[in-house]
T-cell receptor
């Protein structure tokens, strides 16, 4: 592993189903982030974690949950998917949440909720 | 509220020419970082260049440079000698409160 990996690459999901998007980094970064990217809206922060064991809500947290049991992994869970959660999801990490907060990104997961 | 605005949804440039992408932001902080990220069709987000607000000298990375105007809260990206591989979405971002605030992006088209 080099950098950030995300799984799956893409997924089609029936509404109401539970889904966990996986994110793993091997850079020993303290901070991790989940974004969703929708056309014309750029990146919107869903949840973040400044360090293992802590999480926080971003701009659009409703319908999503995260956990940070260790430094490397930061899974994002949709408890009951809805069509408005159709999006491309990016996981990112940074050495620290403090400045300069240069973030490194995973390849993204394209999620379609029908 | 901290905001980042990219007013150009799409730009096009002839190969080998120079293009400038605009970004304005709003913040009450005196020290902060600004970033330009590139997202090619592969979807991977790649850092292009970053600028620290208290540094007056504009950052440069090979063919990429910025025009940072702190008083005007402007942070434009200049791409010189445009290449086909520069075709991508470009996002401007600012760090604020331990997070990044993102612009909506500019799609750059390179004409051969």
């Amino acid at each position: 592993i080099a950098g950030i990996t995300q799984a799956p690459t893409s997924q089609i999901l029936a509404a109401g189903r539970r889904m966990t998007l996986r994110c793993t980094q091997d850079m020993r970064h303290n901070a991790m982030y989940w974004y969703r990217q929708d056309l014309g809206l750029g990146l919107r922060l869903i949840h973040y974690s400044n360090t293992a064991g802590t999480t926080g809500k971003g701009e659009v947290p409703d319908g999503y949950s995260v956990s940070r049991a260790n430094t490397d992994d930061f899974p994002l869970t949709l408890a009951s998917a809805v069509p408005s959660q159709t999006s491309v999801y990016f996981c990112a990490s940074s050495l620290s949440s403090g400045r300069p907060n240069e973030q490194f990104f995973g390849p993204g997961t394209r999620l379609t909720v029908l | 509220a901290q905001t980042v605005t990219q007013s150009q949804p799409e730009m096009s440039v002839q190969e080998a020419e120079t293009v400038t992408l605009s970004c304005t932001y709003d913040t009450s902080e005196s020290d902060y970082y600004l970033f330009w990220y590139k997202q090619p069709p592969s979807r991977q987000m790649i850092l292009v260049i970053r600028q620290e607000a208290y540094k007056q000298q504009n950052a440069t990375e090979n063919r990429f440079s910025v025009n940072f105007q702190k008083a005007a809260k402007s942070f434009s990206l200049k791409i010189s000698d445009s290449q086909l591989g520069d075709a991508a979405m470009y996002f401007c971002a600012m760090d604020s409160n331990y997070q990044l605030i993102w612009g909506a992006g500019t799609k750059l088209i390179i004409k051969p």
